[in-house]
């Protein structure tokens, strides 16, 4: 069992940086498959980016590539996601996700176990 807490949204405008962190709980974690999502208004949750619990495995979403930036503090039990160039369409409540499964279609969020509440990030124009 993991828990994880969600922190660092806000309002921001186009082109600023956010830094989202994700605190869990639990003796395990750097064994966890870390992952972030989102889900705007009407709209279904999306993936967003993925770490696997060796941090140089990555993965992103084509429409925050080269602008977002995973990572992870396994002595901490954190996992970030740095934003920058942050866009009007980032707007969303993003959530942190975690799995201990192996062998898993890491954008699919069928494939988490654990979820935080998510934390609120507005980017206006």
């Known amino acids: 069992q993991v828990q994880l807490v969600e922190s660092g949204g806000g309002l921001v405008q186009a082109g600023a940086s956010l830094r989202l962190s994700c605190a869990a709980s639990?003796?395990?974690?750097?064994?966890?498959?870390m992952g972030w999502f989102r889900q705007a208004p009407g709209k279904e949750r999306e993936f967003v980016a993925a770490i696997r619990w060796i941090a140089t495995m990555t993965y992103y979403a084509d429409s925050v590539k080269g602008r977002f930036t995973i990572s992870r503090d396994n002595a901490n039990n954190t996992v970030y996601l740095q934003m920058n160039s942050l866009k009007p369409e980032d707007t969303a409540v993003y959530y942190c996700a975690a799995t201990l499964r192996l062998q898993i279609s890491v954008p699919s969020s069928l494939e988490y176990d654990y979820w935080g509440q998510g934390t609120q990030v507005t980017v206006s124009s």
């Open positions: 639990g003796r395990t974690f750097s064994s966890y498959t």
